[in-house]
């Protein structure tokens, strides 16, 4: 592996050293509704693959994990973080293994797994194709490789590209809000925790460096680790928070707007593509 993939990971683990004992708190894919969706899509897959043995790809503090636990017998959760695995609840109904090792060289036991999951991970890593060739080897034929919570490209690309130009209209706070959020968050991590701006950016290399994923790409990818199908979806669209959070309707009203505003985006994909913030996937082996 080259010297940037090893600094690459070396960044992750001053980050999330920083990070580990207030990380289930403070991230916002640890919301009750995020969980709902999550243990959703769990359910599924380990129904659709009959699931006992999965294997969680940069697991931290066990986000899928604690999930996970509930619809398969057997967890392997993989992270280069100690602290971030220290945080690791291996209590109930599953029994769970945990290694402190990196991912793209982590020596699975061939085709043992039905599933593997990767969320919000990804895009901490410098290269995607060996922790993509790990998930491919390890799973068994049929088995599926589920990954989420990664950035848009395109979404991205667009919202960086907004903070260059000198503007003369003034954007709607929608916008503001998130151009700081794309654009600002390593200064925010900096005053916030004191890590370094250059060592987040690199913790955070395919979001921050590299701008985020592209459908086409990660697909060539997996397809040259060995998936022969992958499916992708694109979810929160810009402005979807003030349609869910509008305080003149009632909650019910207010889903069924978010949902009818999806509907229509992704009915006149790719065209809204950069409308979304992230991208998640399944890939079959
Ligand atoms: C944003 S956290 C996500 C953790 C967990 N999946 C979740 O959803 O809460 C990213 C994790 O990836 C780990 N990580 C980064 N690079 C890694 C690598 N090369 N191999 C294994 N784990 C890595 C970090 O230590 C960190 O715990």
Redesign the pocket.
């Known amino acids: 592996m080259s010297d940037k993939y090893n600094d ?2 070396q960044a ?2 001053k ?2 050293s920083k990070l580990a004992s207030l ?2 708190k403070t ?1 916002p ?2 919301k009750t509704e995020n969980l709902a969706i999550v243990d959703a899509a769990l359910k599924l897959l380990a129904s659709e693959t009959n699931a006992k043995h999965l294997l ?9 994990i604690n999930l996970a636990k509930h619809h398969v017998g057997h967890i392997v959760g ?4 100690r602290a ?1 695995l220290d945080q690791v609840d291996t209590s109930g109904p599953a029994t769970i293994e945990l290694h402190e ?4 060289t ?1 020596p699975a036991e061939p085709g043992s797994f039905d599933l593997v999951t ?4 990804l895009h ?2 410098y290269d995607i194709a060996p ?1 993509c060739s790990t998930a491919a080897k390890a799973l068994r034929k049929g088995g599926k490789f589920y990954a989420d ?1 990664d950035p848009n490209f395109y979404f991205w690309e667009s919202v960086k590209a907004l903070e260059s130009h000198s503007v003369e209209v003034a954007y709607d706070s929608i916008v503001t809000r998130e151009i700081a959020a794309v654009a600002h968050k390593d200064d925010q991590m900096n005053e916030e925790y004191g890590i370094p701006n250059a060592v987040f950016n690199d ?1 955070e290399y395919g979001k921050d460096i590299a701008g985020g994923f592209k459908e086409a790409e990660v697909r060539k990818t997996l397809l040259s680790a060995g998936f022969t199908d992958v499916k992708f979806k694109y979810y929160w669209y810009l402005g979807q928070a003030s349609v869910v959070n509008d305080p003149t309707k009632s909650r019910e009203e207010r889903l069924v707007n978010a949902e009818l505003v999806d509907s229509v985006l992704q009915k006149v994909m790719p065209l809204s593509r950069a409308l979304y913030k992230y991208i998640g996937f399944v890939a079959t082996k």
């Not at 993989?78 to 973080?81: A, H, K, P, S």
């Not at 090792?101 to 793209?104: A, F, K, S, V």
């Not at 990767?118 to 991970?121: E, G, N």
Request: net charge negative.
């Open positions: 690459v990971i992750n683990i980050v999330h990380y289930a991230e894919h640890f969680d790809l940069g697991c931290g503090t066990g986000f899928i993989v992270d280069v973080t971030m090792h990196d991912t793209g982590f990767a969320y919000s991970f901490h890593l922790t919570l913790a």
